[in-house]
């Protein structure tokens, strides 16, 4: 199929944005999104021009590494990451816009690169079991009831693309950060720290720039994981629990 | 014959730190015999760790509790991406809690025989030992694997065995694991105990007098190439199967990392022990950039087949069950579909070889769940292997619920790596090499799930124990920027950066790596021969020339520039692959994963040959395109005996 593809290019990060226009012809739709614009950087490459960067890796839609904004939408029309997006979702002669995500606290580093490192700042800053290597208890010594073993799997999913940002009118990370306040405090290895946690992780998000959440809910249609929205509800309770608690 | 493959046998290679004594004791005895830095001048000593994957990201973060002073480089935009995170399967563990048998000594066992019989014994039996300790440190991290209606862990059996031993998280087992390590990194970044460089390439390894002293990393933002210093570098980055341009590795998985620490003096041990995966989603045309797994898992419940008539392009459920060949339970009835990766790819192989393959091009097979589906309902088959089935329907836009998957193998792991001794250390004294990208545990195959935890093994609990020893031994003194093997590394680096740009040609860096790659995938593949090797080993420098001639790479060196960074990589895979070839073509025998045309049993299995090639081959880099000399590793086998692998 021929498309028409109206791609955002930014020299870097300290330079103004355009849309730029490409036309490009003989794509399967077998191709994935991502090999559709291996396809177009090849042309570009040949014409002696600059090709389009975009962060990916993986390609099979665990790294996170990979997104950006399609005809509008988080990773495109398709509950999925942009790796997973298949051509076949697109028809002959279709224009589609390609731009990064937008956030202020993802500036873009060039064409469709953003720097997403707030995300590592949040996790830094409770995101995890204080459990130097070596201090374990036998794996068995504290069975975890299956629900609440699930309940932190279904929320240990996230793969931090940034997606539920994109989406997000207020460029808020609620959905990111109380992913994994509920991963981790549901479980009996988080309880020790579960105020210390929601806290710090939550000021921390706000450090970084990220918006408040309205409860518009964008973030959890657009995540690839299908993290809930209840995620949120549980992170509020948990920061008033432990506001309480802390005073 | 090329100059290349004239190559010269040195002095043998001998693992120095390896204990003697009964093979159960000797990781104590090390440890014990290992020199301790005292806890107040850990702080005095840095360690660069290059790579954040299980074995990176475990070292950094245990290394730092430890108090050393860590310094962390990734390429990806957070440590988070490091490519074990696509794992799926599972961990393997000796915990014996299914009381079905297991034990250390068998998963000790299990190893080296899958390995056949190329692995070193005394590192498997102590990676056997602390498989354990893994489980309970990454549950103790929140790690949610799967659990039983009682709250205690589930676990699964997997290829090349016949216990249940091996632990998962759903189909994300590799993702949990890794954001375990992952957080527990973040805590010590938060901490400032390690300083992390994301989005920073190794490009080179600094060696002074002899030691490992650092690195050059290039800024892949700004383009600025610096160095950086420490007392010890250690080296996650990883394995090298992308030098066959499609495998399911990430797509900017790389050697250059090990291949640069190669061309500084590390030997590069068996770099023909490449692993295919039996149970990838088959290519569907020339534009595929990566090729994806299915979990292995899948064998536990779904049938191999495919038709019994050549050429039969009836749809699946047009073709009767009598005119079906469930291949692998018919020629190895006691393993069934659960044969290991090396049997279960070849057999794929032959069968598309004698016309049978289904699907475009014939090459794939029929990885079929009806049975399964019928036995356990379709609810139970969903919750074990749901995201698998949803991840192949996006992929293929085939309902496997419905029709069976397609599946055909790809390249996936790599055995062969830098060789490192018992403590892990490679031929250069203070260069560390873990995880993937040693050669050190698996011999000629890995067993399924135990990737994740050799990764976890050498990051949590064995580099963090011995590199005291050489931190010890080894007083710190400062590394003056101005000395000359710092310069030299410098102008190296940015001097080939320099000529890529300056080519200017007329072919893309990804032709190249695209044709590099079907040209191994080719010669040096599943099945390799005499004649094949040396048509490879023919070719290779030809391409080398014409790369060097015909590359085109636009921008400049002095900002964000991914076709830099992969045309960099690709001068890497150029002479990489050159090497694979030449140790492919030495090694006369079949044995894992390496499976030679010439030595073959009469019904077509691999034959070994344990009199000459039970040994490891460590092969010293002499020059670009002139030949190595190979350091032999003679194997030892005192606990378990080779025998010819049988899964029958």
Known sequence: MKLTLRIWRQRDADSAGAMTTYEVDGISEDMSFLEMLDHLNEELILAGDEPVAFDHDCREGICGACGMVINGQAHGPERTTTCQLHMRHFRDGDVIDVEPWRAAAFPVVKDLVVDRSAFDRIIGAGGYVSVPTGAAPEAHATPVPKEAADLAFEHAECIGCGACVAACPNGSAMLFTSAKVVHLNVLPQGAPERESRVLGMVSAMDEQGFGGCTNTGECAVACPKGIPLSAIGTMNREYLRASVKRR | ?648
């Open chain 2, 1 to 648: 014959m090329t100059e290349y493959t004239r190559y010269r046998t040195g002095d043998p290679v001998a693992d120095t730190k390896a204990p003697d004594g009964p093979i159960a004791e000797r990781w104590d005895r090390r440890r014990f015999e290992a020199k301790l830095v005292n806890p107040a001048n850990r702080r005095k000593h840095t360690v660069i760790v290059v790579g954040t994957g299980l074995a990176g990201g475990s070292a950094g973060a245990t290394l730092a509790e430890q108090g050393y002073r860590v310094v962390q480089f990734c390429y990806q935009d957070s440590p988070r991406r490091a490519h074990s995170i696509a794992a799926q399967g599972g961990i393997n563990a000796a915990k014996n809690y299914r009381n079905d048998g297991d034990s250390i000594q068998r998963l000790f066992y299990d190893t080296v025989k899958g390995g056949d019989f190329r692995a070193r014994e005394s590192n498997v039996h102590r990676l056997a030992q602390v498989s354990v300790e893994i489980i309970d440190q990454c549950v103790a991290q929140g790690v949610p694997f799967a659990r039983e209606y009682g709250g205690l862990l589930d676990t699964r059996s997997f290829g090349g065995v016949q216990v249940s031993r091996t632990f998962y998280a759903r189909g994300q087992t590799g993702q949990q694991l890794l954001l375990g390590a992952y957080q527990a990194l973040s805590r010590q970044i938060a901490a400032g105990t390690v300083e992390m460089h994301p989005r920073t390439e190794m490009l080179d390894l600094i060696v002074v007098d002899g030691r490992a002293r650092g690195i050059v990393a290039r800024d892949l933002v700004t383009g600025a190439v610096g160095t950086y210093f420490a007392d010890a570098v250690v080296l996650a980055s990883g394995g090298y199967g992308n030098v066959f341009h499609l495998s399911t590795n990430a797509k900017n998985s790389n050697a250059t990392a090990v291949w640069r620490a190669h061309r500084r003096g590390a030997y590069f041990a068996n770099p023909c022990f490449t692993q295919i995966h039996p149970t990838c989603i088959p290519r569907s045309g020339d534009h595929q950039s990566k090729l994806t797994l299915m979990s292995e898992s899948l064998r536990n419940d779904g049938r191999i087949w495919v038709p019994k008539a050549k050429g039969d392009t009836r749809a699946p459920a047009d073709i009767p069950e009598d005119e079906r060949d469930y291949y692998l339970e018919r020629i190895y009835p006691s393993f069934g579909n659960l044969v290991p990766r090396d049997i279960a790819s070849r057999a794929a192989k032959n069968v598309c070889d004698e016309g049978r393959g289904v699907g475009p091009g014939g090459q794939g097979v029929y990885l079929d769940f009806a049975d399964a589906i019928r036995r356990m309902g379709r609810a139970a088959v969903e919750a074990k292997y749901g995201n698998l089935f949803e991840m192949y329907e996006r992929i293929t836009a085939e309902d496997p619920y419905e029709v069976p998957m397609r599946i055909y193998p790809a390249i996936h792991y790599t055995m062969g790596g830098l060789w490192v001794d018992y403590d892990l250390q490679t031929t250069i004294p203070g260069l560390f090499a873990i995880g993937e990208a040693n050669f050190s545990d698996h011999g000629a195959n890995r067993l399924g799930a135990s990737a994740l935890m050799q990764g976890l093994a050498d990051g949590y609990f064995v580099l963090p124990s011995t590199i005291n020893d050489y931190l010890a031994r080894h007083p710190h003194d400062e590394v003056p920027a101005g000395h000359p093997a710092v310069a030299e590394a410098v102008a190296e680096v940015t001097g080939r950066l320099e000529r890529l740009l300056a080519v200017d040609g007329d072919r893309t860096p990804d032709s190249f790596h695209r044709e590099l790659g079907e040209l191994l995938w080719d010669e040096c593949g599943m099945a390799r021969s005499d004649a094949g090797l040396r048509k490879a080993l023919g070719r290779i420098p030809e391409l080398r020339a014409e790369f060097w001639r015909r590359v085109k790479v636009p921008g400049s060196g002095e900002e964000l520039n991914q076709s830099l960074e992969k045309a960099n990589r690709i001068v890497d895979y150029l002479e990489l692959a050159e090497l694979m070839c030449l140790d492919a073509l030495h090694r006369t025998e079949s044995c894992g994963g390496h499976f030679r045309e010439e030595s073959q049993t009469p019904d077509g299995e691999a034959a070994r040959r344990d009199e000459e090639f039970a040994y490891a081959a460590a092969w010293e880099f002499t020059g670009t395109g002139t030949a190595p000399v190979l350091h032999k590793e003679d194997l030892r086998f005192e606990y378990v005996h080779p025998t010819q692998r049988s899964y029958a």
